[in-house]
């Protein structure tokens, strides 16, 4: 079976690592490989051609059939490192995490081991007529994470 340290070496050999990085890769039992990789600025179908052809070229049908797909990680897809992250601040962001309920709000702090959202809700608060926005930020451990999505808005 092909090994996901195999990828990874020959991914490593034909990107640019200050701009672009592996976001995932999965391989079947199969061999179905599917690789997705992002940059800073977005990947071009020009990259995953390139980087699907340099993994063929590196790896021996003859030896092990397999199928391979390269493509970048989409919006609708699950942020999964810590730079989809940094690439995305300022965006909105619903949050699931393992214990509790979805959160939506705006990503504003990015580290190694968590992040921050501000999240705005309508609050009434005792004695006032009307509600008010009330802003707070809320950190979240990457490892305490279900799932994080960028919100696609068309405004």
Not at 4 to 15: G, P
Not at 104 to 123: A, H, P, Q, R, S
């Amino acid at each position: 079976m092909i090994s996901k340290e195999r990828i990874e070496s020959i991914i490593s050999e034909c990107i640019d690592s200050e701009k672009e990085f592996v976001v995932d890769i999965t391989i079947s039992a199969s061999n179905n490989i599917l690789v997705l990789i992002d940059s800073d600025e977005g990947i071009s179908i020009d990259r995953c051609v390139k980087v699907s052809r340099a993994i063929e070229q590196n790896l021996d049908r003859d030896e092990e059939d397999f199928e391979l797909e390269v493509s970048s990680a989409g919006l609708s897809s699950p942020l999964k490192v810590v730079r989809q992250y940094k690439k995305n601040l300022g965006r909105l962001l619903n949050v699931i995490p393992i214990e509790g309920e979805k959160v939506t709000g705006k990503l504003v702090d990015v580290n190694e081991n968590d992040f921050t959202i501000e999240v705005e809700e309508m609050v009434k608060e005792e004695g006032k007529k009307r509600k008010e926005l009330l802003v707070r930020k809320v950190t979240f451990a990457y490892k305490d994470l279900k799932s994080a999505k960028i919100v696609i808005s068309f405004r």
